[in-house]
């Protein structure tokens, strides 16, 4: 690290050894934390996190959820080192593109990888509840395991025809402007950049009523409760049908989704470099 101002860090390896590091070098050294949880905090890791996050000048916490929770982890001592900065999008990237499809399919998306923390079972599962003329597209890589269960799901419950994997894309704001419904189902989240994305698109956005989800969607888009599949599909129904409610919901993501500008967040890490000088 020698040569260097400023070094930040972002996960667990590189948090441990720009701690180790940072013993040997004369810079100012920040992490980000970026989840609610994590395997390590128990009992038999606290003390050895409390070192090497007390090696930082800062700990940027993505939320309020994920500040509270480390503190937890790592003591109230800490609360003057940590801040919170949200994650930041690049806005125009996905409101700048407009929707050019003439579909008589009402086309439901969700952008995520398969992973634990997150929930697709209960949104195939709603489709279950919706007319046959609603079709769900499914984006992103993951777990070849859960893809698969996923799969089988789909199988069992006869939407084939319905349901569609489409793996890992690099076109997302396209597919976002083509959709009449984003959704994002999960058992938890950090502070998750495809809500944020999905509620930047004009499209309206329902989300799971859960941690790192509850604090942003909520009052803006639409929250269901965890794992209830007919509500998922009510609130979808009810968007896809109900014109004025789709605009008010619209509105009111594209206001929330203003507050997480890329250029706010930028902003916010140079103050805070700046300020630590």
Request: proline share 2%.
């Amino acid at each position: 690290m020698r040569g260097y101002d400023i070094v930040h860090s972002h996960n667990t390896a590189c948090q441990y050894f720009v701690a180790i590091a940072s013993l040997f070098a004369q810079c100012r050294v920040f992490t980000t934390e970026h989840n609610t949880s994590n395997r390590r905090r128990n009992i038999w890791w606290r003390m050895l996190d409390r070192w090497m996050y007390g090696r930082y000048d800062k700990i940027v916490c993505i939320s309020e959820l994920t500040k509270k929770n480390l503190i937890l982890h790592i003591g109230e001592s800490f609360d003057g080192k940590c801040i919170i900065i949200y994650n930041g999008i690049d806005l125009k990237t996905f409101s700048a593109i407009p929707s050019s499809h003439i579909n008589k399919k009402k086309k439901v998306l969700m952008v995520s990888a398969f992973r634990a923390q997150k929930d697709q079972k209960t949104l195939i599962k709603a489709m279950k509840e919706l007319p046959s003329d609603y079709v769900l597209e499914l984006a992103g890589g993951g777990e070849e395991r859960l893809i698969d269960e996923c799969k089988q799901l789909v199988h069992e419950l006869q939407l084939d025809e319905r349901v569609e994997f489409m793996g890992v894309r690099t076109d997302i704001p396209s597919l976002l402007a083509e959709s009449e419904v984003v959704v994002l189902s999960s058992h938890y989240e950090g502070l998750s950049l495809s809500s944020l994305e999905g509620m930047a698109s004009g499209k309206p956005f329902v989300a799971s009523d859960v941690e790192g989800l509850r604090d942003v969607v909520g009052g803006y888009g639409v929250l269901f409760p965890h794992g209830d599949a007919k509500a998922l599909a009510h609130e979808i129904q009810r968007l896809c049908e109900d014109e004025l409610y789709a605009k008010l919901v619209v509105g009111r993501c594209l206001t929330r989704a203003k507050m997480f500008d890329v250029e706010v967040m930028a902003r916010m890490y140079m103050n805070t470099y700046e300020r630590e000088q």
